[in-house]
Every structure is written in structure tokens, then in C-alpha cells.
């Protein structure tokens, strides 16, 4: 019998896994005690427009996980177990070229599609598969080695998996099951105190530090636990003020007015934690390692393909970081009103009406006049995704050294298609995604008005 459901199991192991995270990482407690003092404050100043991105309880709730993995194998089993709870891949992100620094990783997300199901809890978590076949970072000795390293471990008990099948087949589980499900799964990402192979460990680490928290451990863990905020330039100072150490730059576009298009992301500096070592002599020894950080984000609309080309020209344009003239640049590119972006096609909305009553001369208007008259209200749809420069940037931003790389040697291909086969299921498009979602309200709108055609829309013309 299913008493409990996938969106009950997905809300309940977002909790576990905070609370894990907040014991393993205690700066990770301060970042949340901070995200809920400015998030309240900010819902005090400016009333209904701090929900306007999402109600307060669901930013309150929402929070998304980063975990690494070293093959097809183990990417496929985190899809199955990520099923069971209403989560699913979208979109596809290649860090191998975004930045200077050494991080051979592809990567997608496992959250909700749905509205409905984004608005109860909309936990996501970007999951990074090594990419051990591409020679720019392993030649083919290491490589090889790499690759058998990553064959015999264990991630996932069997238990575990065969649950989060038969929660994905049936729909949810029984109590006793669910319960048995949770533990295994908030376990599986807990940080071991196995001893890390110490020579193993830095060979990767000469490579990569992000190859080496992959491939050089026997298990996986979080690498952060992300909570949403809805002032991030506010978050920002105030962590320095309590004492944690922030890298130096918000990632994503310049701050605007409101929250902008897309995200923006910044975090707390890895810290030192303590691991046990073994030598090769068998000799254990304490030691420490910084690869696990303490991410924040805020969300702003989702850009359409249009609005997304204009993010890519802003950062071709701001090779030059700090100069001073991002905000200017980002504002010849992209305007602070929602109007604008509608007008131009530049995000995505949802349409409703608004309880006026349109004349017969009001229904032949386009969704832009029909929207500027007050007829209708057009509502952002939040971003739920990333964006690969800015991922890049925070894991630099917390590497101790960039690693080595050989860029004229043979990349592997890799791309959406070959994510898709390697989990075994449909890697959803982020972008179909959001049109659906607006399309679907353009219909119903329609409808509401009686039009007996389409209404003139910017995206259709």
C-alpha cells in the first residue's frame, strides 16, 4: 500500500539532508539563520512584491543540492533514486570549457517539473558525472586507472535502489518502506570517515580538486546545500560581519531593482575539514581537505532564448571582472521592467486575467496592450535552473589551485543526447519547459476572452 508519495518522500529528504548537512558544516547553520533574518526583513519592507518570484513559504522551503559522481553507472542509479521522489533531469551543462581552472564534469539537474509540484517543494540538485575518457585532463594511464577506481566502488546500497524503483513504479511507498528509503538515501550522501588513499588522492589532485572529491574518496556527499535568498548583496555582507568568509564576487547578472532575470549565486569559503589520510604503509594519519562550501542564490524570471543570448553577450563583453561597468553593461543589454521584458520577449510569463471586463475593441489588442491596459497580469516564471559560467565560477572560486590541463589533446564528446543515454531517460529541455508552462495560460486566457483566434503575442510574431 503507497502512503507516502513521491512529493512527501522529496520534501521529507530535503529536510534530513539539511540537517545533515547543517551537522557536518556548522557555517552552513549561520548561512541559513542569515537567509531567514533578510528574507523577513525584505517580506516587512516590500509587502506583496517579495512573493511576487514565489510565496514566502516556498522560498523559505526551497533549497538545492550539489553532488558529484564518477560514471555512467553511478549517474544512472542517482537518476532512479532522484525518480522516486518526483525529480527529474533538466537541461544539460558542460564545465569542461567554462572555465580556466580544471573541471572536467558534465552535468544536469534532477528537480520537479511541474507548478504544482515546484510550489509544495521545488528541491533541485546539479549533479556532475567525471569524465574520465577525456585526455585534456587524464591521459590515458591515469585515465584507465581512474576508470577501474570508479568501477569497483559502491555508492548506492542495493536496498536502496530497489526501493526508489518501486517508488517510481508505484507511485510512492508504504511508511515502513519510506522510512527505510530516507534513511538509506540521506546516509548515502552523508560524508564518510573512510581513510582516503593519501598518494591516490593527490595524484587526482594535481589534475583537479573537483576529480580528486570524485574519484579520489570510496563515497559521494553533498558538496553544498543551497537556501534562497531575497537579497544577496545583503546576505553577502552580512555573513562577512558574522565572521564567514565569502568569496569575492556574486556570480550572474548585475543586481537590478527587483530580482532580475536568471540567477544569482554566491558562497561561504570552503572550509578545512578533517579527514582521515592512509600512507602507503598502512599508517593512518589526520589531515584536512577544503572542497565543500556554503552556497546561496538568488532567483529572479527565466530568460527565454532571446533574453539568454543577451546574458551570453553581457558575459562576452565583461572579460574584464571589476572594472566597475558591469551594472552599465548588463543595463544596455537588458531593461529593469517586467514590461519591457514582455514587450521584447525577453522571460517567461504566465497570463491571468485581472476581474476587468475587456470591450469587444479590447479583445482584438495583443497580450502587450491587453497587459498595459490592466486587463490582463502577466506573472514571471521563476527560473529553476543554472547556468554553467556561474557553477564554474563558485567551484573556482573555492579550489585551493587550478589544476593542470592539455587543451591540444582529444576532448570526448559529450553532449544532451549522451547524458540522456547514460541516465537511461528523458533529459528534459529547461526552455519547453517554461513555453509550456506559458503557453498553456495564453490558451486558457484566450479562452476566458472567447477569442476566436489567436491573441498577438511577442514570441509568435
Known amino acids: 500500500m503507497v502512503n507516502v508519495i513521491p512529493t512527501q518522500l522529496r520534501a521529507q529528504f530535503a529536510l534530513r539532508l539539511s540537517a545533515l548537512y547543517g551537522q557536518e558544516v556548522p557555517a552552513y547553520t549561520t548561512l541559513l539563520d542569515v537567509t531567514a533574518t533578510i528574507n523577513a526583513e525584505t517580506l516587512r519592507a516590500t509587502g506583496a512584491d517579495a512573493e511576487r518570484y514565489g510565496s514566502i513559504d516556498r522560498v523559505t522551503a526551497e533549497r538545492h543540492g550539489a553532488i558529484r559522481v564518477g560514471n555512467a553507472r553511478e549517474m544512472s542509479q542517482v537518476a532512479t533514486i532522484f525518480g522516486?521522489?518526483?525529480?527529474?533531469?533538466?537541461?544539460?551543462?558542460?564545465?569542461?570549457?567554462?572555465?580556466?581552472?580544471?573541471?572536467?564534469?558534465?552535468s544536469t539537474a534532477f528537480r520537479p517539473i511541474e507548478q504544482d509540484e515546484l510550489a509544495i517543494n521545488?528541491?533541485?540538485?546539479?549533479?556532475?558525472?567525471?569524465v574520465a575518457s577525456d585526455r585534456r585532463f587524464f591521459d590515458e594511464d591515469l585515465g584507465g586507472r581512474l576508470t577501474e577506481f570508479l568501477d569497483r566502488r559502491t555508492l548506492f546500497p542495493h536496498e536502496l535502489l530497489e526501493l526508489a524503483g518501486k517508488?517510481?513504479?508505484?507511485?510512492?511507498?508504504?511508511?515502513?518502506?519510506?522510512?527505510?528509503?530516507?534513511?538509506?538515501?540521506?546516509?548515502?550522501?552523508?560524508?564518510?570517515?573512510?581513510?582516503?588513499?593519501?598518494?591516490?588522492?593527490?595524484?587526482?589532485e594535481a589534475v583537479s580538486a573537483v576529480a580528486a572529491d570524485i574519484g579520489g574518496?570510496?563515497?559521494?556527499?553533498?558538496?553544498?546545500?543551497?537556501?534562497r535568498v531575497l537579497d544577496i548583496d545583503l546576505l553577502?555582507?552580512?555573513?562577512?560581519?558574522?565572521?564567514?568568509?565569502?568569496?569575492?564576487?556574486?556570480?550572474?547578472?548585475?543586481?537590478m531593482s527587483g530580482p532580475g532575470l536568471l540567477l544569482r549565486q554566491t558562497s561561504f569559503r570552503a572550509l578545512n575539514e578533517e579527514r582521515m589520510f592512509a600512507d602507503e604503509d598502512g599508517r593512518l594519519e589526520s589531515g584536512h581537505l577544503r572542497v565543500r562550501f556554503g552556497e546561496v542564490e538568488a532567483r529572479g524570471a527565466a530568460a527565454t532564448v532571446l533574453g539568454r543570448s543577451r546574458y551570453d553577450t553581457y558575459l562576452e563583453r565583461s572579460e574584464n571582472r571589476g572594472s566597475g561597468r558591469e551594472t552599465a553593461r548588463w543595463a544596455s543589454l537588458v531593461p529593469e521592467s517586467?514590461?519591457?521584458?514582455?514587450?521584447?520577449?525577453?522571460?517567461?510569463?504566465?497570463?491571468?486575467?485581472?476581474?476587468?471586463?475587456?470591450?469587444?475593441t479590447d479583445r482584438t489588442r495583443g497580450l502587450v496592450d491587453l497587459v498595459e491596459s490592466g486587463f490582463v497580469a502577466a506573472d514571471p516564471i521563476v527560473y529553476e535552473d543554472f547556468?554553467?559560467?556561474?557553477?564554474?565560477?563558485?567551484?573556482?572560486?573555492?579550489?585551493?589551485?587550478?589544476?593542470?590541463?592539455?587543451?591540444?589533446?582529444?576532448?570526448?564528446?559529450?553532449?544532451?543526447?549522451?547524458?540522456a543515454g547514460v541516465l537511461g531517460r528523458t533529459l528534459h529541455d529547461p526552455y519547453a519547459i517554461y513555453s509550456a508552462i506559458r503557453d498553456a495560460s495564453v490558451t486558457k486566457l484566450e479562452r476566458h476572452l472567447g477569442l476566436t483566434s489567436p491573441l498577438a503575442c511577442p514570441w509568435r510574431t
Do not use: C
Open 84 to 106: 522516486a521522489m518526483g525529480m527529474y533531469p533538466v537541461g544539460f551543462y558542460d564545465l569542461r570549457d567554462t572555465a580556466s581552472s580544471s573541471i572536467p564534469v558534465v
Open 122 to 130: 521545488p528541491f533541485r540538485v546539479f549533479t556532475s558525472m567525471l
Open 167 to 204: 517508488a517510481e513504479a508505484d507511485g510512492g511507498l508504504s511508511e515502513d518502506d519510506a522510512a527505510t528509503f530516507l534513511d538509506l538515501a540521506t546516509s548515502s550522501f552523508a560524508l564518510s570517515g573512510d581513510p582516503i588513499d593519501r598518494a591516490w588522492y593527490r595524484e587526482l
Open 217 to 227: 574518496v570510496s563515497s559521494t556527499h553533498i558538496n553544498h546545500l543551497t537556501p
Open 236 to 255: 553577502h555582507s552580512r555573513m562577512e560581519e558574522r565572521g564567514v568568509a565569502m568569496i569575492d564576487t556574486i556570480q550572474g547578472p548585475p543586481r
Open 338 to 360: 517586467e514590461a519591457d521584458w514582455l514587450a521584447e520577449d525577453l522571460a517567461y510569463f504566465s497570463f491571468r486575467t485581472t476581474g476587468l471586463s475587456p470591450t469587444p
Open 387 to 419: 547556468l554553467p559560467k556561474s557553477a564554474a565560477g563558485i567551484f573556482r572560486s573555492n579550489l585551493e589551485a587550478d589544476g593542470t590541463r592539455i587543451s591540444e589533446n582529444a576532448a570526448t564528446s559529450f553532449d544532451a543526447d549522451s547524458m
